[in-house]
């Protein structure tokens, strides 16, 4: 038998990330299969997998960075738990990442505290997994029994029993979280209707499984197989136990039509009374993290609304809005089968909070680009996975991110799923596609048709110069504001409605029908009624709509079909 670490130190954090890290991979799509409860929407072995390997790349990059230094004995038990929680905060997706994400933080306000010795013996272990799970339990708003949570009480509390080193503790947490996840669908009615048992629980049990492994060398029984009872489909005549008095409710029919996520750095007391607004307007709330960074994640009707809260509360970034979809409905309404995937899909990247909320209404999943931000392919790869469908459109909505967008498209079509990419160069142009966009077409067909709108869309932009620089239209100085046209300067002024007007002007001269104007947070009150009435005198049977972007990188975008 390997030797194997029997207190917990930070190469056993290190082995144990890499180790969950394959499980979860070998399991993911079983996971997703299985996932029907809070949304059936088939992702949670997918978020959990992506939340891990954000963990698990945290941590590798404290080894690489005391190894590149020289240092000698490397990180200690508190540098590697305080970069896997980190790791997971930032990369937590969906509910049940988000959950993962908080049990690990616990973990680590244990094991890295200002006493925490260089490595957790049994005890200190069991202490942490019970600080793991009451922390995940209070991030949760109304927490549901039968869930994840339900587990990860029931491996604490196993945990707490045993009197022994590291890994007798670690078999104790897996086997009672194990006994817990096989009862989920006593707990849960949407579970047992199913015939299955919770996801989130059953990731969970997986990375226990992972856990046992690193400090005994064993493969925990049902870890490397599929597990009567835990995988299949329970019994469909299992009569349910009485709920538990603090089970909330399942979500009535129907449910949010929206998942919205983000980063968010804010102060303490902000989060709470972002905590009390986000309750308001939807369900599966869970905010995890502090210290100023935190993790939020709600299901909502009003995305741009649970945006807004977050800009309220402080700065909110990497924002993903997904769309549910008429094929998904919240637990306890219209139920699919929890692996089917939905037809077609859009998924967009765009500038500014207000358009996200936008594309999102109109059935898109958003992948939010700040300035100086552009998402990489792996996110946009994540994006494609979260919109769970057969066939995706893929608007990059920006000519600098074609290749970026390129390669996401070829890694998902590795996986099965088939991919059009529409080379947007502007949020404009992915509106005038997403306006053509009938999913009850042939795939082929509506793809021209988004293509077609696009083309025939010319795109503007006004912004800010930060520089003195040379352009199309000569040089301009730091300040100077700056008209665009297909991604050139056209037009170098003083004023921000002047300049636009002018631009407005250069685009029609040429024709048009439609003007979609994209205000940003920095334009004057006034620049789209200025426009607007521009269109109105001045050119005849062209109509104008306005649509407020929020903080995107430029003052104003427009668009001319």
């Known amino acids: 038998m390997p030797q194997v670490p029997q ?50 790349t945290a941590v590798e990059a404290v080894f690489a960075g005391h190894e590149a230094g020289g240092a000698h004995p490397g990180p200690t038990l508190a540098d590697a738990v305080r970069a896997m929680a980190h790791g997971a905060l930032i990369g937590a997706r969906g509910n049940s990442g988000t959950i993962l994400a908080q049990l690990l933080r616990g973990m680590a306000q244990v094991l890295a505290g200002d006493d925490a010795p260089p490595h957790a013996d049994g005890r200190g272990l069991g202490l942490a997994l019970r600080h793991a799970a009451d922390s995940a339990r209070q991030a949760v708003a ?144 869970v905010v995890v993290g502090g210290d100023g960074l935190w993790n939020v994640h709600v299901h909502v009707d009003d995305a741009g609304a649970a945006v807004e809260a977050g800009v309220e509360a402080g700065r909110p970034y990497r924002i993903r809005i997904t769309h549910f979809g008429a094929g998904d409905a919240h637990a306890g309404g219209a139920e699919r089968t929890p692996a089917e995937r939905v037809q077609r899909a859009v998924v967009a990247v765009v500038p500014g909070e207000g358009l996200a909320a936008l594309y999102a209404e109109a059935g898109a999943t958003a992948v939010l680009a700040r300035p100086g931000e552009p998402p990489a392919s792996g996110e946009l790869v994540q994006a494609v996975r979260r919109a769970h469908a057969r066939e995706v459109v893929l608007l990059p909505n920006d000519a600098e991110l074609r290749h970026t967008a390129a390669a996401a498209a ?64 000569g040089i301009c100085q730091a300040g100077d504001v700056l008209g665009l046209v297909d991604g050139d300067v056209a037009v170098i002024g003083q004023d921000v409605t002047e300049t636009a007007l002018a631009v407005l002007d250069r685009m029609l001269a040429a024709g048009g029908e439609l003007v979609t104007l994209v205000v940003g947070d920095g334009a004057p009150e006034s620049v789209a009624e200025r426009l607007e009435a521009r269109v109105r005198e001045g050119y005849l049977a062209v109509d104008t709509v306005a649509y407020h972007g929020g903080r995107q990188g430029s003052v104003l975008l427009i668009g001319v079909e």
């Open 410 to 473: 070829e890694q998902v079509r590795a996986e099965g799923v088939r991919v059009a990419l529409i080379p947007t160069r502007s949020a404009v142009q992915g509106i005038a596609a997403l306006a053509v966009h009938e999913p009850e077409r042939r795939f082929d067909e509506d793809v021209v048709a988004m293509t077609s709108a696009a083309g025939a869309t010319r795109y503007a932009e006004v912004t800010v110069a930060e520089r003195q620089s040379w352009t199309m239209a």
């Open 142 to 285: 109304h927490p549901v029994e039968g869930t994840v949570l339900t587990v990860a009480s029931a491996a604490a509390d196993a945990a707490g029993g045993v009197d022994g080193d590291c890994g007798a503790v670690a078999r104790a947490a897996h086997e009672g979280a194990r006994a817990a996840l096989a009862e989920t669908p006593d707990r849960l009615e949407v579970l047992r209707r199913a015939g299955v048992v919770d996801a989130g629980g059953r990731g969970l049990v997986t990375v226990l499984a992972a856990l046992v492994e690193t400090l005994t060398g064993e493969t925990p029984r049902g870890a490397a197989a599929r597990e009567p009872g835990l995988h299949a489909r329970v019994d469909a005549t299992h009569t349910p136990a009485e709920p538990c008095a603090d089970t909330a409710d399942a979500p009535g029919p129907g449910g949010p039509a929206f998942e919205v996520i983000y980063l968010l750095e804010a102060e303490d007391a902000a989060v709470a009374r972002l905590r009390d607004r986000l309750d308001a307007l939807g369900d599966s709330l």
């Open 7 to 56: 207190t917990f130190d930070a190469l056993a954090v290190r082995a144990w990330c890499g180790l969950a890290l394959d499980a979860l991979g070998r399991a993911r799509e079983e996971i997703d299969a299985i996932n029907v409860y809070p949304v059936a929407d088939g992702d949670t072995g997918t978020n959990l997998y992506l939340t891990l390997e954000s963990a698990a």
